[in-house]
T-cell receptor
Framework: DQQVKQNSPSLSVQEGRISILNCDYTNSMFDYFLWYKKYPAEGPTFLISISSIKDKNEDGRFTVFLNKSAKHLSLHIVPSQPGDSAVYFCAASGVENAGNMLTFGGGTRLMVKP | DADVTQTPRNRITKTGKRIMLECSQTKGHDRMYWYRQDPGLGLRLIYYSFDVKDINKGEISDGYSVSRQAQAKFSLSLESAIPNQTALYFC??????????FGPGTRLTVL
């Protein structure tokens, strides 16, 4: 059973609008969460992260929100740009994962239309 | 130059063949990982290594083996490839903190 889930396989947004990508997790031992962006024929690249001691982290157009009680996090991209079109993976790590291994969600394909 | 490189980038092979995927890193990290990506399932951990003498199974290690030849090199082998091992394979490295770096991936097709 997947411990990290991204229930929307795809999302389409108009340029300039907000993109909201969601992620749910089941393991309460996860304490660090990351978002990765992946273009075709490339490996995932780190986008933004959040520790469980915070509920929000912001980096330019990207903001990640964490709701620990709901075991839910979301990535907001404002404003969305065509270059943001990619697959976004949510990942989680926890103290019980020796070596801080990452557990990934299934990914959401974001398409930003000009 | 890329921090994490993988060879080959694409490979087509036949059922029953042995194949090796190689990974090299210039980050100087001790920790290296092999992940597999399948549509809708994200990336799943196959094997990981904390240093040259340390090898650990991940979530889906059956049918795979690894070798950590040096701090900078971590190879993944399929002893007898089968079609359901067709996937994208990613190597990654990390420091002891929160930085992970992924290679560009190897697309493997087993006919």
């Amino acid at each position: 059973d997947q411990q990290v889930k991204q229930n929307s396989p795809s999302l389409s947004v108009q340029e300039g609008r907000i993109s909201i990508l969601n992620c749910d997790y089941t393991n309460s031992m996860f304490d660090y969460f990351l978002w990765y962006k992946k273009y075709p024929a490339e490996g995932p690249t780190f986008l933004i992260s959040i520790s469980s001691i915070k509920d929000k982290n912001e980096d330019g157009r990207f903001t990640v929100f964490l709701n620990k009680s709901a075991k839910h996090l979301s990535l907001h991209i404002v404003p969305s740009q065509p270059g943001d079109s990619a697959v976004y993976f949510c990942a989680a790590s926890g103290v019980e994962n020796a070596g801080n291994m990452l557990t990934f969600g299934g990914g959401t394909r974001l398409m930003v239309k000009p | 130059d890329a921090d994490v490189t993988q060879t080959p980038r694409n490979r087509i092979t036949k059922t029953g063949k042995r194949i090796m995927l190689e990974c090299s890193q210039t980050k100087g990290h001790d920790r290296m990982y092999w992940y597999r990506q399948d549509p809708g399932l994200g990336l799943r951990l196959i094997y990981y290594s904390f240093d040259v003498k340390d090898i650990n199974k991940g979530e889906i290690s059956d049918g795979y083996s690894v070798s950590r030849q040096a701090q900078a090199k971590f190879s993944l082998s399929l002893e007898s490839a089968i079609p359901n091992q067709t996937a994208l394979y990613f190597c990654a490295t990390s420091d002891s903190g929160t930085g992970w770096y992924f290679g560009p991936g190897t697309r493997l097709t087993v006919l």
